[in-house]
């Protein structure tokens, strides 16, 4: 379903990615199957001039260490800034009522849950996404110990697992398995990957690296 | 959710002046619960006043023991060395609560005023009389649902045993307060702090929450205008023999089907004094008198344990699917007194 117009990429150039595919595709297998009435709403972005309509507050905020002035309305949530706003789709949305921990983040170093945190409460604050927790050369030892034990499977619930795993660390609950599976027991892994997400967790408080 | 407007207040006359201002407003402070309210429709405000930046965080000792900040977050208190020193059944009960990510968000003050879990009450097509006031009626129209309980001959595992047909014919909400760390205050004999209009306030405990009767729309005796700005706690001989027990249907991060309070001082294996508190039985803190009384000067034995467990259970009724309760009540009070009695 790609757009003929364009050209294709180039051999060894890097390929559009995995999410881009999935939107395009995705959005036109959507509008396929959506009613008139519904196609000429969006075509006149209905909804986004409803949203203009109310009130905008301005927000400040540093995420994963930049500045950010932003314009938010009072209902946004962290989760929803961070995925729909700045395009950090890291941060994943699970039950989206604070049971899951899909979502986990710290916010001025503690974990919490962005689903469950309104955007305009973290004014002034220092906001971690999974995205800013290593780089792209060099991965966070918690992520890499999450590799070595294949602690994951379908991977969704694996960047709140880690963002939590780093606080766990942090916070000195990480000291033995039954210590670790409570403090890690607000994110949920559906899969179970449960006994490897421990074994990285203890992995790397082990190793005695700087988490 | 509905759009509602959004102040911030850095000061406690400022946030009960917003609040006294617009009748449709409420405070916001961890939002853990609240957030999750508005997301389903229960709670629709015109306006939230975010009191996150009031200066109410601190935790200090006092002459007759400890005052926490309403704005205190859940695991500061917890993790507190003051309050694991003091205090460890309210450290225990706060780490039994929820998981490490919610007790970051969570505050003191919002603990005490978390709405019941109770499914009916989440769902805005079922009937709830705490959701929708009594005299709406059935199936009036209501924009948030209709009255009823929804509970009582429905799903009702998690519900209470005691104090719902208090003051009534019968009952009209079957619901139970969801905190743990409001069972550790009740047995300790907590003082809150309110501030409103008029100025400040206390309130013991034991009269914060109260039980459902005509109007369970109400949770607790705090004003519409008031601000919860610290809670005190005394200082006591219980901090040796205390124990939080939650019983639950998963080791971690699951509300209490019962959780028991037990605090006792003891001279040699006679009791001095105790203080109990039950979870998940009632819809406020159920603070168990009339054992705490009967222990008194008692040897701590678990015959003794056994008598007060029975008297602690009268007048508790289940309501079906909870009647399982009856019998898990009783046997925690009784496994809680022993695990406060046994030497760590």
């Known amino acids: ?9 180039e051999p060894g150039q890097p390929d559009p990615s995995r999410r881009a595919f999935l939107k395009h595709s995705s959005a036109l297998a959507a509008l396929a199957l959506t009613p008139p009435v519904a196609l000429t709403a969006i075509d006149h972005s209905l909804d986004e001039r409803l949203a203009a309509a109310f009130e905008q ?106 963002m939590s795993a780093v606080a766990c660390v942090r916070e000195g609950h990480a000291d033995t398995p039954e210590q670790v599976r409570e403090y890690m027991s607000g994110n949920i892994c559906r899969c179970g990957a449960y006994a490897n997400i421990v074994a990285a967790i203890l992995d790397v408080k082990a190793s005695g690296q700087k988490v | 959710m509905n759009p509602f407007s959004y102040a911030r207040v850095t000061t406690p006359p400022a946030a ?17 619960n609240l957030v999750d309210l508005l997301k389903r429709g229960v709670v629709v405000p015109e306006k939230l006043v975010d009191i996150t930046r009031l200066p109410l965080t601190a935790i200090e000792a006092t002459p007759t023991g400890l005052r926490i900040g309403a704005l205190a977050k859940n695991s500061t208190v917890a993790d507190h060395e003051l309050v694991r020193r003091q205090f460890p059944l309210l450290s225990q009960a706060l780490n039994a609560g929820a998981s490490a990510q919610l007790r970051n968000m969570a505050t003191v003050g919002g603990n005490m005023l978390q709405r019941t879990r109770c499914a009916y009450f989440y769902d805005t097509s079922l009937p709830c009389n705490k959701r929708v006031p009594v005299q709406a009626g059935p199936d009036k129209g209501q924009p948030n649902g209709p009255t009823g309980c929804g509970a009582l001959g429905g799903y009702n595992r998690m519900h209470a045993i005691f104090g719902a047909d208090a003051g009534v014919a019968a009952p009209k909400c079957i619901a139970v307060h969801p905190s743990d760390m409001c069972v550790a205050l009740a047995a300790l004999e907590a003082t809150v702090v309110v501030v409103g209009p008029k100025g400040e306030r206390r309130i013991a405990f034991r009269d914060f929450h109260r039980l459902p009767g005509d109007n369970p729309r109400q949770d607790t005796t705090l004003g519409a205008d008031e601000l919860i700005t610290a809670v005190e706690v005394p200082a006591n001989e219980l901090a040796a023999h205390s124990t939080y027990l939650k019983v639950r249907d998963r080791a971690s991060y699951a509300f ?7 605090g006792l001082q003891l001279e040699g294996t006679t009791i001095r004094q105790a203080r109990l508190a039950m979870g998940g039985v009632a819809h406020k803190p159920w603070r168990l008198f009339e054992a705490e009384q009967f222990l008194r000067g008692k040897p701590a034995t678990l015959a003794t344990f056994q008598q007060a467990a029975t008297l602690a259970m009268k007048g508790a009724k289940g309501y079906g699917e909870n009647d399982f309760k009856l019998t898990l009540a009783p046997n925690s009070l009784v496994e809680a007194l022993t695990l406060a009695t046994t030497p760590a």
Do not use: W
């Open chain 1, 1 to 9: 379903m790609r757009d003929e117009s364009q050209p294709l990429p």
């Open chain 2, 16 to 32: 009960v002046a917003a609040r006294t201002q617009q009748p449709g407003s409420y405070f916001l402070a961890g939002g853990t």
């Open chain 2, 256 to 262: 209490a089907l019962v959780s028991v309070a037990a």
């Open chain 1, 57 to 162: 507050l301005p927000l400040q905020v540093r995420i994963n260490g930049q500045a950010q002035q932003l314009s938010v309305e009072p209902r946004v949530t962290l989760l929803d800034l961070l995925r729909e706003q700045l395009g950090l789709t890291g941060t994943k949305k699970g039950c989206d009522h604070g049971q899951c921990g899909a979502c986990t983040v710290h916010v001025d170093g503690q974990r919490v849950n962005a689903c469950l945190t309104l955007a305009l409460t973290t004014e002034g604050r220092e906001v971690t996404t999974i995205e800013g927790l290593g780089s792209e050369d060099k991965l966070h030892c918690m992520q890499e110990a999450f590799l070595r034990h294949d602690g994951f499977q379908c991977g969704y619930c694996t960047p709140g697992q880690i």
